[in-house]
């Protein structure tokens, strides 16, 4: 897709399905983008877990992730929806919220005019006309106020301010941050403050998985798309996340994907 020439990156529009054709790992693994996302969940349900927090999610859900936020979402044949990324760094300029947003739409007119918004952002984006940049930043424009808009008309879903909601965000924030260190659970909990394994009861308890699996799932998403999107060799990739070699790399991420390095790159 051509790069928009007034914007750091270009729009996208993608259906979910597109999103996960190569692997559920693309999907489920814990990872972040570099630019604000909107899912927008047509048909099917499962679980998302954004910012350490895990919810379900059914047909006609809208979840807005900020740029940098770790997430991921369960995805099946029975799940369909679509994606927008939005260029980085328009937040401002857009009025795009701060925090994520979880909108449960029950109306079937709020589920026409997402649509409705999305089809013409998708249009502009497809048609190739002059100043479509600027076409395309006013439909999103028109998107961000849509969202405002249901976010005070609906009881939307609050980050949960108890203290383990708090310390499992700023555990992925951590996480998110810091990754491609060779720094353990152990190292984070320092950093915040507490014990490994009660940062691991706190996490299990806000989003359903370890610490360990957390951090793990995070390192090895990044490590199956390096494998999958650049040539970048093993022993680079390794060091690269902060493994101590590449054969201690290999182990790890053989225990976590079922396969070598190696392996997954001529599969992908």
């Not at 424009?141 to 700023?170: F, H, K, N, Y």
Request: hydrophobic residues 40%.
């Amino acid at each position: 897709m051509d790069q928009q020439n007034s914007l750091s990156s270009p729009f996208r529009v993608i259906p979910l399905a597109r999103l996960a054709s190569g692997g559920r790992w693309r999907t489920e693994a814990m990872r972040s983008y570099g630019a604000p996302v909107l899912l927008w969940f047509t048909r099917g349900q499962g679980r998302i877990t954004v910012n350490g927090k895990t919810s379900g999610y059914t047909a006609h859900n809208a979840v807005y992730v900020p740029a940098g936020t770790m997430h991921g979402f369960e995805m099946n044949s029975t799940v369909h929806g679509m994606i927008v990324v939005f260029p980085v760094g328009v937040e401002d300029e857009l009025s795009l919220p701060e925090d994520p947003v979880h909108l449960r739409l029950q109306e079937a007119d709020q589920h026409i005019e997402l649509n409705r918004l999305i089809d013409n952002l998708q249009t502009e984006l497809e048609s190739g006309n002059l100043a479509s940049d600027r076409a395309m930043l006013c439909h999103a424009g028109l998107l961000s106020v849509w969202m405002e808009r249901q976010m005070r008309a609906l009881e939307i879903e609050e980050p949960d301010g108890d203290a383990s909601s708090r310390l499992a965000a700023a555990y992925t924030a951590l996480v998110e941050q810091d990754f491609h260190s060779p720094k353990t659970v152990r190292d984070y909990a320092k950093e915040l403050g507490v014990t490994p394994t009660h940062l691991s009861r706190v996490c299990n308890k806000a989003c359903g998985r370890p610490a360990s699996s957390i951090l793990a799932d995070r390192v090895h998403y990044e490590a199956r798309r390096l494998l999958t999107e650049t040539h970048m060799p093993i022993k680079d990739i390794a060091s690269s996340l902060g493994f101590a070699s590449a054969a201690y790399f290999t182990r790890a991420f053989q225990n976590h994907t079922g396969r070598t390095p190696s392996q997954f790159r001529r599969g992908a």
